[in-house]
């Protein structure tokens, strides 16, 4: 039995590391050379990997582009849910969201370079935006399971969008700004501003 399960976290492990270089390649690659001349046998090479493989994990080079933004929507997602039930909404929010602008080395980099490339190429921007449409209802179900004090209803969703725009706003002002600031600075003055009718 220990055995077993040692196995399935090495693999699980394994996986993920393969995963992980896959994204950063197609990351690479496209910083490089630029999106529409990076191609899934191109990703799948320097990843060291073969064009099968890589469609065991990965549906199109976007998937693989914003694989980094994926696992930050379920970190965020999960730290909202790892705070107190006691603690309102909003705190819950801007708390998960501090937990996690610790953890980022170098902080949001590669956030910034996704949204440029997003910006010009509309294929990445429609799936990002899908990402930020799951990551506001994932959160808002996370807000709403969590039973914090405030009222149900719609409110779980309305503050999940509102942080979200908060936060998106944020980041593109840091873009803007030419990052001479923390990003966690610039949010956190968006954040406060628009924290006014939830507090």
Do not use: C
Not at 24 to 37: M, P
Not at 70 to 79: F, G, Y
Not at 182 to 199: K, N, S, W, Y
Request: hydrophobic residues 45%.
């Amino acid at each position: 039995m220990e055995n077993t399960v040692r196995t399935v976290g090495l693999r699980e492990r394994k996986k993920a590391a393969t995963r992980q270089a896959v994204h950063e390649a197609a990351l690479r690659l496209t910083v490089e050379h630029g999106f529409d001349q990076v191609t899934v046998e191109a990703v799948a090479d320097a990843a060291g990997i073969s064009r099968r493989t890589f469609s065991n994990y990965f549906a199109g080079k976007e998937d693989a582009l914003l694989y980094g933004e994926e696992q930050q929507i379920h970190a965020l997602v999960q730290a909202v849910r790892d705070r107190p039930v006691t603690e309102p909404a909003w705190e819950a929010l801007r708390a998960a969201l501090e937990t996690l602008s610790r953890r980022e080395d170098p902080p949001n980099r590669e956030w910034a370079v996704r949204t440029r490339l997003a910006k010009r190429h509309p294929s990445l921007l429609a799936r990002q935006l899908a990402n930020h449409a799951a990551l506001e209802r994932e959160l808002a179900l996370a807000l709403a399971v969590a039973e914090r004090p405030g009222p149900k209803g719609v409110r779980p969703r309305v503050l999940a969008a509102t942080f979200l725009t908060a936060v998106r706003i944020g980041m593109h002002l840091w873009i803007e700004e030419e990052q001479t600031r923390e990003p966690a600075e610039v949010i956190g003055e968006i954040l406060t501003e628009m924290a006014a009718p939830f507090v």
